[in-house]
């Protein structure tokens, strides 16, 4: 299914301040339900979906944010999460060796 292409006459040049707030407070709250919390992280850290869900909604928040260099990064990572360029990074505990408690 191709996506019906979006009409730049429906967006706003410049939305209102106000409009401004409450967009990136929308955009904040999905970040914050799309990311990935620490207890689900082994179970999602290769879920392609999630990650890229994760990404193009910090993304968003960036873009609200007047920052379009992170804006952009994050959603070139969510298009890595979908094309399969970029994978999950090992986890940080395990590999590792730990000091034993007699050091």
Do not use: F
């Not at 992280?41 to 944010?65: C, F, G, I, P, T």
């Not at 940080?92 to 408690?101: A, E, L, N, Q, Y």
């Amino acid at each position: 299914m191709n996506p019906s292409p979006l009409s730049l006459d429906s967006i706003p040049a410049r939305p209102a301040a106000a409009e401004s707030e409450h967009s990136l407070a929308l955009a904040q709250r999905l970040a914050h339900q799309l990311s990935l919390k620490p207890e689900d992280w082994h179970r999602l850290k290769s879920n392609r979906r999630s990650r890229a869900l994760e990404q193009a909604a910090a993304a968003l928040v960036y873009l609200l944010k007047d920052e379009p260099e992170e804006g952009l990064a994050r959603l070139q990572q969510a298009v890595g999460w979908l094309d399969r360029t970029i994978s999950a990074p090992p986890c940080p505990t395990h590999g590792h060796s730990r000091p034993s408690p007699d050091t």
